[in-house]
């Protein structure tokens, strides 16, 4: 352990990505600034970033919708955190006094607050050590993403060997992890996406791939025992036609576009549907947590997972990779280098 000399690290500066006002444009309300390199506090580390990534949470902070999120401590009429990253993988510059686990020098990966940055904060129950067969980029896209697909797949939906999974959004950021988790799980995996992404979905695992645009999942021919709904826009009737009887049905987030709700609607339905039928649905808030992070190290570094990342940006290209992640047009994963 090598302890921060208290307020050392703030006497550098650092060019980060800021906004002062919530927006629903990236190119409008992300800048450029100027701001002090953070101070730690005894219980935090400073990361050297090396990378970071960008997922739909990302566009969600920084336009503050729907709008019950704002009420929920992200700030009311502007953002509390001014920097909306969140993924990220660097060295350790220094750790606070409590501090034991890492020391400065570490390779790391996982999550903090404002990761569009040189260097960041974050707490050591939010880290883990990189997996070591991972570029810096190759891992910053892997903390929030991979930890919603481990938790949604293994916790909430409890895939087991010989199952049949349909994932649906199966070519974006959770969605490629999910793929490759129910398959290393030995379930027979679907993967649902759109005509461009269909060779994405299958170089990553899917036994099945169903192409939205042509095919309905929900055709009456074929029952899932589990059905993850990350795509998020699907009618709760419609995925219900396509589970089995007691079949699992996780829904991760929602997108409809709505200001007040953006989805949040058709998961409150399904929990006051799910005491009244035998399917079991349920949706959840991923957990942040290093436990889960070095399960991902394990998978990654045995070969079972690996990121599928469509492309990288400069850290002032930010807004231009949030906008590309906001219109569906990735295929995995899009990461900011720093």
């Avoid at 510059?93 to 960041?120: H, I, L, N, R």
């Avoid at 469509?310 to 949030?322: E, M």
């Amino acid at each position: 352990m090598t302890a921060a000399t208290p307020g050392a690290a703030a006497a550098a500066t650092m060019t980060v990505i800021v906004q002062d006002e919530y927006g629903t444009a990236p190119e409008a309300v992300l800048r450029l600034a100027e701001i002090a390199r953070p101070a730690i506090a005894d219980d935090e580390i400073l990361v050297r970033v090396r990378a970071a990534s960008v997922d739909r949470g990302t566009w969600h902070l920084m336009a503050g919708l729907p709008y019950p999120m704002r009420l929920a401590g992200f700030g009311l009429r502007r953002p509390n955190a001014p920097n909306p990253g969140r993924s990220l993988a660097g060295t350790v510059e220094s750790a606070g006094q409590e501090v034991t686990e890492f020391k400065p020098g570490d390779e790391v990966y996982g999550t903090c607050d404002g990761s569009f940055a040189p260097y960041a904060r974050a707490r050591a129950s939010r880290l883990a050590p990189k997996p070591a067969n991972l570029s810096f980029e190759q891992a910053a896209a892997v903390p929030v993403s991979a930890l919603t697909a481990l938790q949604a797949v293994r916790d909430q939906a409890q895939v087991q060997a010989g199952q049949k999974v349909l994932i649906i959004g199966a070519s974006g950021g959770v969605g490629t992890f999910a793929v490759q988790i129910a398959n290393a799980l030995g379930a027979e995996v679907t993967g649902v996406c759109s005509t461009a992404k269909t060779d994405l979905v299958r170089a990553i695992g899917a036994d099945h791939v169903i192409d939205y645009t042509r095919e309905d999942y929900a055709d009456g021919q074929h029952r899932y025992d589990v059905i993850l709904d990350i795509g998020g826009t699907s009618r709760l009737s419609h995925l219900r036609r396509a589970l089995t009887p007691r079949g699992r049905l996780v829904m991760v987030g929602g997108e409809t576009g709505g200001r007040w709700l953006g989805g949040m609607d058709r998961l409150l339905r399904a929990l006051l549907l799910f005491p009244l039928v035998s399917q079991k649905l349920s949706t959840f808030i991923a957990s942040e947590n290093s436990a889960d992070l070095k399960i991902l190290r394990d998978l990654i570094e045995s070969g079972k997972i690996a990121p599928a990342i469509d492309r990288t940006y400069p850290l002032s290209q930010t807004p231009a990779a949030i906008r590309h992640v906001q219109e569906g047009r990735a295929r995995g994963k899009v990461v900011i280098t720093i």
